[in-house]
């Protein structure tokens, strides 16, 4: 059972930086391909980022050139680096990986940012 554990949420306001953190209870984790979302009041859950095991971003158009993904396999974390928030980053944001076929969120952590 992999447990995925975010921090570093917080309330900043527009054009402030904010760096998640998502720390995993093991290192097959590192493996696989990991994943940011984020879930704003009243819509659907969003993939923001994602990072393969090798380390290749990918991102979602909104936040292209403003949010960084990386991960730290030596002890299994993995990072979200955001600058210049908007108030429409608002959101829970999670970590997530789908491992041997079983997917894994974490508990979430909130993001507010004010305009």
């Known amino acids: 059972q992999v447990q995925l554990v975010e921090s570093g949420g917080g309330l900043v306001q527009a054009g402030g930086s904010l760096t998640l953190s998502c720390a995993a209870s093991e290192s097959t984790v590192n493996l696989y391909t990991m994943a940011w979302w984020r879930q704003a009041p009243g819509k659907q859950r969003e993939v923001v980022a994602t990072i393969t095991s090798g380390g290749i971003p990918n991102y979602i158009d909104s936040v292209k050139g403003r949010f960084t993904i990386s991960r730290d396999n030596v002890n299994n974390m993995v990072y979200l680096q955001m600058n210049n928030l908007r108030p429409e980053d608002t959101g829970v944001y999670y970590c997530?990986?789908?491992?041997?076929?079983?997917?894994?969120w974490g508990q979430g952590t909130q993001v507010t940012v004010s305009s």
């Open positions: 997530k990986v789908n491992l041997l076929s079983q997917t894994y």
